[in-house]
T-cell receptor
Framework: EAQVTQNPRYLITVTGKKLTVTCSQN?????MSWYRQDPGLGLRQIYY???????DKGDVPEGYKVSRKEKRNFPLILESPSPNQTSLYFC???????????FGPGTRLTVT | GQQVMQIPQYQHVQEGEDFTTYCNSS?????IQWYKQRPGGHPVFLIQ?????EVKKQKRLTFQFGEAKKNSSLHITATQTTDVGTYFC???????????FGSGTKLNVKP
């Protein structure tokens, strides 16, 4: 089954404690993204990757890091989380700009 | 970034009524995608429009792409409670590299 998986699904942490949210896709997609979703603001792209070892900033990259060492995995790293990073995070993948995006189930992060 | 406005922000309808959401871009688009997100769920792709003036139908859903490729709409005929959710447009420009989404229209359907 074609899918994007994310872990963990829920996470409560404290300010400054480094965390990683994993994302994996099994569709051999080249393009992967991370989004955050906040009420009234829709989905905003944090980082994207057009292929292995190629990553670039989206609209809201501050406070986040990513890596793309393998085609299937695209982890999101928060080196020093802050309360304003409390949000719902989605990973997505697609085969190119003419193709649909497949979204993971989401990770709800709370930073206290 | 991409300037796109999606209206309305919220829509409450009685089951059986029609519903329309609009997505307006300040620039000419290459194509546009539409997604639906059920409450508590993740966005799911509905359709992609590519051609100027294109109209596509999926059962009770009708999608349109404007002649100037700057606006698009999603119309649902005779809404059902299963249509509840937030509908997002995702405009795509030439020389695409980033994805943008409209702020979404949240649809509530009263039975």
């Amino acid at each position: 089954e074609a899918q994007v998986t994310q872990n963990p699904r829920y996470l409560i942490t404290v300010t400054g404690k480094k965390l990683t949210v994993t994302c994996s896709q099994n569709m051999n997609h080249e393009y992967m993204s991370w989004y955050r979703q906040d009420p009234g603001l829709g989905l905003r792209q944090i980082y994207y990757s057009m292929n292995v070892e190629v990553t670039d900033k989206g609209d809201v990259p501050e406070g986040y890091k990513v890596s793309r060492k393998e085609k299937r995995n695209f982890p999101l790293i928060l080196e020093s989380p802050s309360p304003n990073q409390t949000s719902l995070y989605f990973c997505a993948s697609n085969g190119g700009n003419l193709y649909e995006q497949y979204f993971g189930p989401g990770t709800r992060l709370t930073v206290t | 970034g991409q300037q796109v406005m999606q209206i309305p922000q919220y829509q409450h309808v009685q089951e059986g009524e029609d519903f329309t959401t609009y997505c307006n871009s300040s620039t000419t688009l290459s194509n546009i995608q539409w997604y639906k997100q059920r409450p508590g769920g993740h966005p799911v792709f509905l359709i992609q429009l590519v051609k100027s003036g294109e109209v596509k139908k999926q059962k009770r859903l009708t999608f349109q792409f404007g002649e100037a490729k700057k606006n698009s709409s999603l119309h649902i005929t005779a809404t059902q409670t299963t249509d509840v959710g937030t509908y997002f447009c995702a405009p795509i420009q030439e020389n695409f590299n980033k994805f943008y989404f409209g702020s979404g229209t949240k649809l509530n359907v009263k039975p």
